[in-house]
């Protein structure tokens, strides 16, 4: 019960510190936290921190697949998930299958997805990885279409960026699920090295077709969580034209000393004219613990003279 007299506590001083635009979302938020907690408390599912043993696991083979996490909830995250894309399409194009269709952004457009940087579940999987002052760097969502082919989503040598995967339809491997290479993160090794030079043309070197790589396939069903290194190699095989999932972007905080090469990396992956780095949801229901995931990026640099010359962003934003 300290837990949840901490919880309740911290809760409660933030309402009384915030304007009053902020405190029906905070007081929402207190009773989310504490109905959670005491479920918890009744399963004896207290602390929500990784285990020893998943921590040796991902580090080891580059993912983790946390099973059943959020299925009490996925209705209200997919409902939201909708909203956003919906929202989006409304301003941009329709989805009709022939192609991906990416949201960036998605979390950070939508109060109650963005309410996921705050929940004890992620805090506890994340910080367990990455530290507890880890940076929240970005999201998207999609509906995916076909095939994906193998490839990592970085290759941050000396510093730990994870993906957290969240996919909102059952999948397996006649579906599109999720294909992962279990130990290709462990760059310098010469394991890695093989990987990384065959599988992206997998015909070319090995004689057979992506989708027969020897790989670890993840089914899904709605609720489960996948956690990967950026530097894992993925894919996809045998996908419908509408798969929805949606992930978040995060990482070890970086040293002073260290903030030009996360400036280096970042702006590849920002390809709008921006004024602020996170959308406006995140921003506006952001709390002080929720803020010292963001500052970091909020203070990198000057968003909007830096992006100018790129294309208006499409903004969305949901309650």
Known sequence: ?????????????????????????????????????????????????????????????????????????????????????????????????????MVGGCVDSSARLSALLDDPRILGACSSLLGDDFIYWG?????????????????EENH??????FYLDPLDGTNGALRVIPGSHRMGEQYAKDIKRTVMNSEQYLGIHGSEV?????????????????????????????????????????????????????VNHVSSHITEYYGIQMRETADSERMKHLVTMLGLMD????????KEKIYISVD
């Not at 193998?150 to 290759?155: A, E, L, V």
């Open 160 to 165: 730990l960026h994870i993906k957290v995967a």
């Open 214 to 266: 020897p790989a670890q396939v993840l089914d899904v069903i709605p609720g489960d969580v996948l956690i990967f290194d950026h530097r894992t190699f993925h894919s996809a095989w045998n996908g419908s034209t509408l798969r929805r999932m949606f992930t978040m972007n995060l990482c070890r905080q970086y040293p002073e000393d260290k903030l030009d090469e996360l400036r280096s990396m970042i």
């Open 1 to 101: 019960m300290q837990r949840f007299h901490h919880v309740m506590y911290k809760n409660v001083k933030a309402v009384a510190m915030e304007s009053d635009q902020n405190r029906v979302y905070l007081v929402h938020k207190a009773v989310l936290a504490a109905v959670f907690i005491c479920n918890n408390l009744m399963r004896g599912e207290f602390p929500i921190k990784l285990s020893q043993q998943q921590v040796e696991f991902f580090n080891t083979f580059g993912f983790l697949k946390l099973t059943g996490m959020f299925k009490d909830d996925i209705d209200d995250i997919t409902e939201a998930f909708e909203r956003v894309l919906q929202a989006y399409q409304e301003k941009s194009t329709i989805h009709d299958g022939s192609k991906r269709t």
């Open 139 to 155: 999201s998207d969502g999609n509906y995916y279409s076909g095939d994906t082919g193998w490839h990592p989503d970085g290759q």
């Open 303 to 310: 968003w909007d003279k830096q992006t100018k010359h790129l």
